[in-house]
């Protein structure tokens, strides 16, 4: 009887510490996962719903996250994990949805209102082409656009700092140029 | 040419819409989590009792039939409801969602292995659950027949039963066989395409 009030105690402890831990995590990475959903699906209820998704990953694996690895890679892996099998399930939708910046204002004089509607179109086509990368392409770009280095990406995607520097080099170009030829308003 | 950092750039300043709460995220994940386990007691549940509503009623049935066809026809339903009901329980649950805390390689052969179980499982339906009731229907109505066609009083009215559930079993299968058998297939193979290590279908 004691043990097992014990063990309740324990598991209500964890609950409130990884409820704490959840939370600052989420926080913490929130302006990036809502940039990763955006790498998987258009429609914006889909967005949210795969940001809900990710943090219900994040909040099941969290008993199991003993440190081997860095929480940011850790961390990244679950979301892409995720997203990759959301995409999947989802029905195609139009590819011609707004994306969220058309909600955004944008600057009144005409100069400053065609650069950022051309910034927009640039970003765009960035998230577009990213999109359609197969998703092996797509998470090792993207984990490299947020800023992740070769052997953080080496660490979550089990695929080597040579073989990730290759693919960097190939992928780039393609959005390089895609992205060149969309701001020139092909 | 774009500058190094430019795509980087570019990534980062995308608008994301508001940013929301950790504890408001915390409650959603929660009621999220709550809801799907309610869905599937639920569902199980509404299942067990529809069993047992069809097991109760054939053995009343077969208490009170003379027929020797149309006894062994509830006899077998009722062991099919049965059967349905240790089936659910035994076998029926959703198995649990791989660790998304793994290789992107290693998390698809683990989904794909999900869906190679759910696929398996809704080809087996016939067997375990459409195909004993079935039977146990069929002869049913063939002891019914029997009796009518002895007495003289068969009509063509009398194919209307057994055409109407055959219609039901056939629509039943298809929904389990072809069309979530196919969403599946369609969904495993989207969820492969681009896979680091080539994996055979089911």
């Given at each position: 009887m004691l043990a097992e009030a014990a063990g309740a105690n324990q598991t209500t402890t964890f609950r409130a510490a990884g409820s704490g831990r959840f939370c600052e995590l989420f926080e913490a990475y929130q302006p990036a996962m809502r940039r990763l959903v955006a790498a998987y699906v258009i429609n914006a209820a889909d967005r949210?719903?795969?940001?809900?998704?990710?943090?219900?990953?994040?909040?099941?694996?969290?008993?199991?996250?003993?440190?081997?690895?860095?929480?940011?890679?850790?961390?990244?892996r679950i979301a892409h994990n995720i997203a990759i099998r959301y995409a999947a399930g989802v029905r195609t939708r139009s590819a011609r949805e707004p994306m969220l910046e058309d909600t955004f204002d944008h600057p009144s004089s005409d100069a400053g209102a065609e650069a950022a509607l051309l910034l927009d179109e640039r970003r765009r086509i960035l998230v577009e082409s990213i999109r359609e990368l197969p998703p092996a392409d797509r998470q090792i770009v993207t984990l490299h656009l947020e800023g992740l280095s070769a052997a953080e990406i080496e660490e979550i995607t089990e695929i080597s700092q040579g073989a990730v520097a290759t693919r960097l080099t190939r992928i780039r170009?393609?959005?390089?140029?895609?992205?060149?030829a969309g701001g020139r308003g092909q | 040419m774009n500058r190094p950092d430019d795509l980087e750039q570019l990534w980062k300043t995308q608008p994301v819409g508001p940013a929301m709460e950790g504890e408001e995220m915390r409650k959603i994940v929660?009621?999220?989590?709550?809801?799907?386990?309610?869905?599937?007691?639920?569902?199980?549940?509404?299942?067990?009792?529809?069993?047992?509503?069809?097991?109760?009623?054939?053995?009343?049935?077969?208490?009170?039939?003379?027929?020797?066809?149309?006894l062994a026809g509830s006899v077998i339903i009722v062991a099919s409801a049965l059967w349905t009901i240790y089936y659910i329980w035994r076998h029926g649950t959703e198995p649990s969602d791989p660790n998304p805390d793994q290789t992107l390689a290693g998390y698809q052969r683990a989904l794909a292995r999900k869906y190679d179980?759910?696929?398996?499982?809704?080809?087996?339906?016939?067997?375990?659950?459409?195909?004993?009731?079935?039977?146990?229907?069929?002869?049913?109505?063939?002891?019914?027949?029997?009796?009518?066609?002895?007495?003289?009083?068969?009509?063509?009215?009398?194919?209307l039963g057994p055409l109407f559930y055959t219609l039901v079993f056939a629509a039943v299968w298809w929904l389990n066989e072809v069309h979530t058998v196919r969403k599946l297939q369609r969904m495993r193979t989207k969820l492969m395409a681009g896979a680091e290590e080539p994996e055979t279908s089911c």
């Open positions: 949210e719903d795969l940001l809900q998704d990710i943090a219900t990953g994040i909040w099941k694996s969290l008993p199991g996250f003993r440190g081997e690895s860095s929480e940011r890679t850790w961390i990244y170009q393609k959005l390089s140029e895609r992205v060149q | 929660m009621t999220r989590i709550e809801k799907f386990d309610r869905v599937i007691r639920g569902r199980d549940i509404r299942e067990t009792i529809a069993a047992l509503v069809v097991a109760a009623f054939f053995t009343y049935a077969a208490w009170r039939q003379t027929n020797a066809l149309e179980h759910q696929i398996r499982l809704l080809r087996n339906v016939k067997f375990w659950y459409l195909a004993p009731m079935y039977v146990g229907l069929l002869f049913g109505s063939a002891g019914m027949l029997k009796e009518h066609a002895e007495k003289g009083t068969l009509k063509w009215q009398d194919a």
